[in-house]
């Protein structure tokens, strides 16, 4: 295992955008994440709307714009499958809380995310709605994909960090390696970087540790 501190939040120039254009990203995002929208896998991040597919009846109304996120992998299917059925069962053993996974809707301000898996504790589990989570969670896992790097490390790293989201781990299943960042009064530092070969060790604010043993995610 090895540690750091003092990593902050990349730094990121938001790109400027106008009111008026930000206004008719989130009316379309509106459509979109309706009942009739049929549109994947949902984000609504600074004004950009991400979607994993576009329906063959969609119409994007002129001058909004869509990035099409392309698939996952198998592999990150299954280091998520793996991921949240540990997790899952020691919260429940524990009685910790909830865990969740995609798509589940966690609304931060304007923003709106849906991390690979969330964990709320029982404590917050009034932040939960019918259909969202409202402006915060314990715990948020981003699992990188080819096309997921800069979104997970600079944009979502700072909306979670800015939201004072006390934990959040980046996986990546190229490196085979899970880190783990804390949130300080100076934001985010990683206090552990957990390799394929050793286990990971995680304590909840309840005092209960987590352990996972990492080749059984990388393998």
């Known amino acids: 295992m090895t540690t750091a501190n003092k990593l902050s939040a990349p730094k990121l120039r938001p790109r400027p955008r106008s009111t008026a254009w930000l206004e008719r990203q989130r009316k379309f995002y509106d459509l979109m994440h309706s009942d009739d929208g049929g549109f994947e896998f949902i984000e609504?991040?600074?004004?950009?709307?991400?979607?994993?597919?576009?329906?063959?009846?969609?119409?994007?109304?002129?001058?909004?714009?869509?990035?099409?996120?392309?698939?996952?992998?198998?592999?990150?299917?299954?280091?998520?499958?793996?991921?949240?059925?540990?997790?899952?069962?020691?919260?429940?053993?524990?009685s910790l809380g909830k865990v969740y996974g995609t798509p589940t809707d966690l609304r931060l301000g304007t923003n709106v995310v849906q991390p690979d898996i969330l964990f709320l504790s029982k404590e917050h589990l009034s932040r939960a709605k019918a259909t969202e989570i409202l402006g915060y969670a314990d715990l948020v896992i981003e699992?990188?994909?080819?096309?997921?790097?800069?979104?997970?490390?600079?944009?979502?790293?700072?909306?979670?960090?800015?939201?004072?989201?006390?934990?959040?781990?980046?996986?990546?299943?190229?490196?085979?390696q899970?880190?783990?960042?804390?949130?300080?009064?100076?934001?985010?530092?990683?206090?552990?970087?957990?390799?394929?070969?050793e286990t990971l060790r995680y304590e909840f604010a309840s005092g209960k540790t987590f352990e996972l043993i990492l080749r059984t995610l990388f393998q």
């Open 44 to 94: 609504f991040l600074n004004g950009d709307i991400v979607v994993r597919a576009v329906p063959d009846h969609a119409r994007i109304p002129e001058g909004a714009t869509v990035i099409l996120d392309m698939p996952t992998s198998i592999k990150h299917q299954e280091i998520q499958s793996e991921l949240l059925f540990a997790l899952t069962k020691f919260v429940k053993e524990h």
């Open 143 to 176: 699992i990188l994909s080819k096309h997921s790097i800069k979104r997970d490390r600079q944009t979502k790293f700072r909306l979670y960090q800015d939201a004072k989201i006390p934990s959040y781990w980046i996986v990546s299943p190229d490196a085979g």
């Open 178 to 197: 899970i880190e783990l960042y804390r949130l300080t009064k100076d934001g985010y530092d990683m206090t552990a970087a957990y390799s394929s070969d």
